[in-house]
């Protein structure tokens, strides 16, 4: 019976009623504070409320082995990965080591899992307990979170436990957490005289007081002997030695299996008593155990060994010596030759100094570990490997192969600790460029020191020389990032172009052209905008290539191959599951889309960037994301969620001086203040993106809203302003054929001449190439038509005003198209209301679902693109259709594309 936890068991119960708005709980608290019977009462409970458990508990020897605890939880669920999709199936069986061939992805491995657990939940409801989350092997652990975040509409429930003070990805996971905290004295002492009903008094009272509230302490402290206790000891330091003192009475042959079984990542009794038997060379049977299970330590059934408590586990090993710890190994690896990687850890284990021979193996257990996808184990295995290596060369080098590894699945900090691990006088020139490449990956460089993007320059230069061509390319495209993010100056960009056009490469190779843009969007866009152009008709071939081409096209203003080439980008790496590059494509595909007036595509393409950026650790993609959804937001008239959003991209961009959040938050805001007819305020903002001094400047983005800054300026009465910066940006403009420049000046030169060249001017603009750029169309017609008003020709200008009124609505844009509507008044014609579409209707999320239902996706397809289960995407659907009157998916198809005709 628990003491003291009603409170915390009737949240929990209320998991067990039905569906709520919450995935799970995540119990936190210290060790012995009751996690474990706290969620072994829920556990027991669910059964009975109609529930099918699924458990799995992490463990101190397996958390190197990549999807040990995902092994486990999805065990008896095995017989459904046949019914998988074949990506998501073969992903799996080779996560879970089922087969050797390929290399899974993490998130396609987390697609399967919640495919088999919603397929299970169908069912018969879930419930999923997750103990000892600090110990959870990291890949398992990722794939737990992904499919906590995604749980929403399914018959599923998360609990899990960590300990205070442990990391872990659950806590990102959305779990609502709960903290146990320490027994009340009343609560106290109802559990102590529960297990210990006869203790004297003077003994009860020191238990109490030492153990302060904690439930295990309170159960185990009675058989401690007090006489020398140091009452200022840690709790748990205090356990460990009440465990110890058990262990000491038993006879050796009890220790020594007691021993084995502490230092086996598995519980099976069967290995403990092999390896026994090796150790003793005697026979050993479970009988061997059982003094240690009537002292407490252990629990025993036929096939498993578990410790009561994971502090016993350690205080058996901390108990004995180095000799007997590297005997009880060597006794575990002499039972797994058919497990090459369990036996090189206990190998290593039971190794001192360098054995280059054991160091290979380990060596061969992190690649194993890696084509499985878990990197952490990776890792974790050539850092061993490296402590094991006969010489300090493959030390260094097995150091560094361990920090890429740890650069590739994002954790910067374990990288550079491993760095810092290579001896100085083994950083030879090689070494310190693949040292310098992979530290300067992390978030494209903000916030570093500018001077760092120097001397990327100066290594590339190097590099190059040297021959090294594939590593200068890498060198180059991190520096090149550098210069989207933050701004240089002139000549380090000079600099890094005269290294990439050094390089041996053929013409129009796609790196050197993206690294091309980024560096010299202007003096070197005529050049990149060939080289895009003759690439775009290889898009889809390669989704990664794709992505940095699709970014490429946004630094010179090609927002139409910006826009192509991203969204050719996102399917392949869906398919791949990169998530780490996705809503990098899908943040420039929504960039470009909001500036063509795309909304219908941009906004569940910015929702779902930033929902993924901020899943997969990149806050400055998020912000940038925001700052879009900010801008479209702005575009519809939505001004009250524009501002909100605003403040969140601009928190983001500020902390780090990321430069393009900057500026695209000012775009959004001066959209806004164009909305509302706040004119001095919309100048103000726009003007910042173009003052060098200002954070906001961005070398790029700053020429490709000319069409905003002239509205803005003219209705505040700043012409004078713009007159100022177009000499600027015309010179630009004899270099680079780049669309958004050429567009945005074409409008302004039209806006600002004088009358009798004005409608020249217009006609011109509108006698342009604008396939694909019907925003830009519709102001062109909008500004005609005011002009033409002004100059009382009314009629002439309805036309251009009724166009642009409907261009607007068609796409959208609330707020331009109110601008239209007031113009068309003020000619004498008067316009329908427009109704709401199933664009005001749906959430980001819902329009995303929406128009891939349109498209003819089953709700399983969807769910592989959107990486949801089929019936979260089916619970969407049945919210969708009521929202937009209609009762299939033929009638969906038919209501969307209304709306974008």
Same mark, same amino acid.
């Given at each position: 019976?628990?003491?003291?936890?009603?409170?915390?068991?009737?949240?929990?119960?209320?998991?067990?009623?039905?569906?709520?708005?919450?995935?799970?709980?995540?119990?936190?608290?210290?060790?012995?504070?009751?996690?474990?019977?706290?969620?072994?009462?829920?556990?027991?409970?669910?059964?009975?409320?109609?529930?099918?458990?699924?458990?799995?508990?992490?463990?101190?020897?397996?958390?190197?082995?990549?999807?040990?605890?995902?092994?486990?939880?999805?065990?008896?669920?095995?017989?459904?990965?046949?019914?998988?999709?074949?990506?998501?199936?073969?992903?799996?069986?080779?996560?879970?080591?089922?087969?050797?061939?390929?290399?899974?992805?993490?998130?396609?491995?987390?697609?399967?899992?919640?495919?088999?657990?919603?397929?299970?939940?169908?069912?018969?409801?879930?419930?999923?307990?997750?103990?000892?989350?600090?110990?959870?092997?990291?890949?398992?652990?990722?794939?737990?979170?992904?499919?906590?975040?995604?749980?929403?509409?399914?018959?599923?429930?998360?609990?899990?436990?960590?300990?205070?003070?442990?990391?872990?990805?659950?806590?990102?996971?959305?779990?609502?957490?709960?903290?146990?905290?320490?027994?009340?004295?009343?609560?106290?002492?109802?559990?102590?005289?529960?297990?210990?009903?006869?203790?004297?008094?003077?003994?009860?009272?020191?238990?109490?007081?030492?153990?302060?509230?904690?439930?295990?302490?309170?159960?185990?402290?009675?058989?401690?002997?007090?006489?020398?206790?140091?009452?200022?000891?840690?709790?748990?330091?205090?356990?460990?030695?009440?465990?110890?003192?058990?262990?000491?009475?038993?006879?050796?042959?009890?220790?020594?299996?007691?021993?084995?079984?502490?230092?086996?990542?598995?519980?099976?009794?069967?290995?403990?008593?092999?390896?026994?038997?090796?150790?003793?060379?005697?026979?050993?049977?479970?009988?061997?155990?059982?003094?240690?299970?009537?002292?407490?330590?252990?629990?025993?059934?036929?096939?498993?060994?578990?410790?009561?408590?994971?502090?016993?586990?350690?205080?058996?090993?901390?108990?004995?010596?180095?000799?007997?710890?590297?005997?009880?190994?060597?006794?575990?690896?002499?039972?797994?030759?058919?497990?090459?990687?369990?036996?090189?850890?206990?190998?290593?284990?039971?190794?001192?100094?360098?054995?280059?021979?054991?160091?290979?193996?380990?060596?061969?257990?992190?690649?194993?570990?890696?084509?499985?996808?878990?990197?952490?184990?990776?890792?974790?295995?050539?850092?061993?490997?490296?402590?094991?290596?006969?010489?300090?060369?493959?030390?260094?080098?097995?150091?560094?192969?361990?920090?890429?590894?740890?650069?590739?699945?994002?954790?910067?900090?374990?990288?550079?600790?491993?760095?810092?691990?290579?001896?100085?006088?083994?950083?030879?020139?090689?070494?310190?460029?693949?040292?310098?490449?992979?530290?300067?990956?992390?978030?494209?460089?903000?916030?570093?020191?500018?001077?760092?993007?120097?001397?990327?320059?100066?290594?590339?230069?190097?590099?190059?020389?040297?021959?090294?061509?594939?590593?200068?390319?890498?060198?180059?495209?991190?520096?090149?990032?550098?210069?989207?993010?933050?701004?240089?100056?002139?000549?380090?960009?000079?600099?890094?172009?005269?290294?990439?056009?050094?390089?041996?490469?053929?013409?129009?190779?796609?790196?050197?052209?993206?690294?091309?843009?980024?560096?010299?969007?202007?003096?070197?866009?005529?050049?990149?905008?060939?080289?895009?152009?003759?690439?775009?008709?290889?898009?889809?071939?390669?989704?990664?290539?794709?992505?940095?081409?699709?970014?490429?096209?946004?630094?010179?203003?090609?927002?139409?191959?910006?826009?192509?080439?991203?969204?050719?980008?996102?399917?392949?790496?869906?398919?791949?599951?990169?998530?780490?590059?996705?809503?990098?494509?899908?943040?420039? !595909?929504?960039?470009? =889309?909001?500036?063509?007036?795309? $909304? %219908?595509? *941009? +906004?569940? &393409?910015?929702?779902? #960037?930033? @929902?993924?950026? !901020?899943?997969?650790? =990149?806050?400055?993609?998020?912000? $940038? %994301?925001? *700052? +879009?959804? &900010?801008?479209?937001? #702005?575009? @519809?008239?939505?001004?009250?969620?524009?501002?909100?959003?605003?403040?969140?991209?601009?928190?983001?961009?500020? &902390?780090?001086?990321?430069?393009?959040?900057?500026?695209?938050?000012?775009?959004?805001?001066?959209?806004?203040?164009?909305?509302?007819?706040?004119?001095?305020?919309?100048?103000?903002?726009?003007?910042?993106?173009?003052?060098?001094?200002?954070?906001?400047?961005?070398?790029?983005?700053?020429?490709?809203?000319?069409?905003?800054?002239?509205?803005?300026?003219?209705?505040?009465?700043?012409?004078?302003?713009?007159?100022?910066?177009?000499?600027?940006?015309?010179?630009?403009?004899?270099?680079?054929?780049?669309?958004?420049?050429?567009?945005?000046?074409?409008?302004?030169?039209?806006?600002?001449?004088?009358?009798?060249?004005?409608?020249?001017?217009?006609?011109?603009?509108?006698?342009?190439?604008?396939?694909?750029?019907?925003?830009?169309?519709?102001?062109?017609?909008?500004?005609?038509?005011?002009?033409?008003?002004?100059?009382?020709?009314?009629?002439?200008?309805?036309?251009?005003?009724?166009?642009?009124?409907?261009?607007?609505?068609?796409?959208?844009?609330?707020?331009?198209?109110?601008?239209?509507?007031?113009?068309?008044?003020?000619?004498?014609?008067?316009?329908?209301?427009?109704?709401?579409?199933?664009?005001?209707?749906?959430?980001?999320?819902?329009?995303?679902?929406?128009?891939?239902?349109?498209?003819?996706?089953?709700?399983?397809?969807?769910?592989?693109?959107?990486?949801?289960?089929?019936?979260?995407?089916?619970?969407?659907?049945?919210?969708?259709?009521?929202?937009?009157?209609?009762?299939?998916?033929?009638?969906?198809?038919?209501?969307?594309?209304?709306?974008?005709?």
């Amino acid at each position: 019976m628990l003491h003291g936890r009603r409170a915390e068991l009737k949240e929990l119960g209320e998991l067990l009623d039905g569906p709520t708005e919450r995935s799970g709980v995540l119990v936190r608290g210290e060790a012995g504070i009751g996690k474990s019977a706290l969620v072994a009462e829920i556990a027991a409970a669910a059964p009975v409320a109609g529930l099918r458990v699924l458990r799995t508990t992490g463990s101190v020897a397996e958390r190197h082995f990549a999807y040990a605890g995902l092994h486990q939880l999805l065990y008896p669920l095995r017989t459904g990965v046949a019914a998988l999709p074949v990506p998501q199936r073969t992903a799996l069986r080779i996560a879970l080591g089922l087969t050797g061939d390929g290399e899974p992805s993490g998130y396609l491995t987390g697609l399967a899992a919640l495919s088999l657990l919603a397929e299970a939940a169908s069912a018969q409801p879930v419930l999923i307990v997750a103990e000892d989350l600090q110990w959870l092997d990291r890949a398992s652990a990722q794939v737990l979170a992904f499919v906590a975040r995604r749980i929403e509409a399914e018959p599923i429930v998360v609990v899990g436990t960590l300990r205070d003070g442990t990391p872990s990805p659950l806590t990102e996971a959305g779990l609502t957490p709960m903290t146990l905290e320490r027994l009340s004295d009343e609560d106290s002492a109802g559990l102590l005289d529960a297990v210990a009903p006869r203790l004297a008094g003077a003994t009860r009272t020191r238990v109490l007081s030492a153990a302060a509230g904690n439930p295990l302490a309170l159960t185990e402290l009675p058989s401690a002997d007090f006489s020398g206790s140091d009452p200022v000891l840690p709790l748990t330091e205090r356990l460990e030695r009440t465990f110890t003192d058990r262990l000491a009475p038993l006879p050796a042959p009890v220790r020594a299996a007691l021993l084995v079984a502490a230092l086996n990542e598995r519980d099976v009794l069967a290995e403990t008593l092999a390896a026994v038997e090796f150790l003793l060379g005697v026979p050993a049977g479970p009988e061997m155990l059982v003094p240690a299970v009537e002292a407490r330590l252990v629990e025993l059934d036929a096939a498993a060994v578990t410790f009561r408590h994971p502090l016993m586990r350690s205080a058996v090993a901390a108990a004995a010596g180095f000799a007997e710890r590297r005997a009880a190994h060597l006794a575990l690896a002499s039972i797994l030759p058919a497990e090459p990687d369990r036996q090189a850890w206990h190998q290593a284990a039971a190794t001192a100094g360098p054995d280059e021979q054991i160091a290979l193996r380990l060596e061969n257990t992190a690649a194993r570990a890696r084509d499985r996808g878990g990197i952490a184990a990776a890792v974790a295995a050539l850092e061993q490997s490296a402590r094991l290596s006969g010489t300090a060369a493959r030390r260094a080098d097995r150091l560094l192969r361990a920090a890429e590894l740890a650069v590739e699945s994002g954790h910067r900090s374990e990288a550079e600790r491993l760095v810092r691990e290579i001896p100085p006088d083994e950083l030879t020139s090689r070494r310190r460029t693949t040292v310098s490449w992979l530290l300067s990956g992390f978030e494209d460089g903000v916030g570093e020191d500018l001077s760092r993007v120097a001397e990327l320059a100066g290594l590339a230069r190097d590099v190059a020389t040297d021959g090294e061509t594939a590593a200068a390319t890498r060198i180059l495209w991190g520096a090149a990032m550098r210069c989207f993010w933050s701004e240089p100056g002139p000549a380090v960009r000079r600099a890094l172009v005269a290294v990439a056009d050094r390089l041996p490469v053929p013409d129009g190779d796609p790196a050197t052209v993206a690294v091309t843009a980024y560096v010299a969007p202007f003096d070197r866009g005529e050049v990149v905008l060939r080289g895009l152009r003759k690439l775009a008709g290889t898009a889809g071939t390669d989704p990664e290539v794709d992505r940095y081409l699709g970014s490429a096209a946004l630094q010179v203003g090609a927002f139409d191959l910006a826009a192509r080439f991203s969204a050719a980008a996102a399917p392949g790496l869906r398919a791949q599951g990169r998530l780490g590059l996705l809503p990098r494509a899908l943040a420039v !595909q929504a960039w470009s =889309q909001a500036r063509l007036g795309d $909304l %219908a595509a *941009a +906004v569940p &393409a910015a929702a779902e #960037a930033a @929902r993924l950026a !901020q899943e997969t650790g =990149q806050p400055y993609m998020y912000g $940038l %994301a925001t *700052a +879009v959804r &900010a801008e479209i937001a #702005a575009l @519809r008239g939505e001004y009250r969620q524009a501002g909100a959003l605003v403040v969140e991209a601009e928190r983001v961009g500020l &902390a780090a001086g990321a430069r393009p959040v900057l500026a695209t938050v000012q775009l959004a805001r001066g959209l806004m203040a164009l909305g509302e007819g706040r004119f001095e305020d919309a100048f103000a903002d726009l003007k910042r993106v173009l003052d060098p001094a200002s954070p906001s400047y961005q070398l790029a983005l700053r020429a490709y809203w000319l069409s905003e800054f002239t509205d803005a300026a003219v209705r505040a009465g700043q012409t004078d302003a713009v007159r100022d910066i177009l000499p600027e940006m015309e010179s630009l403009a004899t270099v680079t054929s780049s669309p958004a420049l050429h567009l945005g000046l074409r409008y302004a030169r039209a806006v600002l001449a004088p009358n009798d060249e004005a409608e020249d001017l217009f006609a011109a603009a509108l006698s342009a190439d604008l396939t694909g750029w019907p925003a830009e169309r519709g102001r062109v017609h909008l500004a005609f038509g005011e002009w033409l008003r002004r100059q009382r020709r009314i009629v002439e200008s309805r036309t251009h005003l009724r166009t642009a009124r409907e261009t607007f609505d068609a796409l959208g844009l609330a707020a331009l198209a109110e601008r239209a509507r007031r113009e068309l008044r003020s000619a004498g014609e008067s316009s329908p209301n427009r109704d709401p579409d199933a664009y005001d209707k749906l959430t980001p999320h819902e329009l995303g679902i929406a128009q891939l239902a349109a498209e003819g996706l089953t709700n399983r397809e969807i769910g592989q693109r959107l990486y949801l289960s089929h019936r979260t995407v089916g619970t969407h659907l049945h919210r969708i259709f009521p929202k937009l009157g209609v009762r299939s998916r033929a009638e969906l198809a038919a209501r969307l594309k209304t709306v974008g005709d």
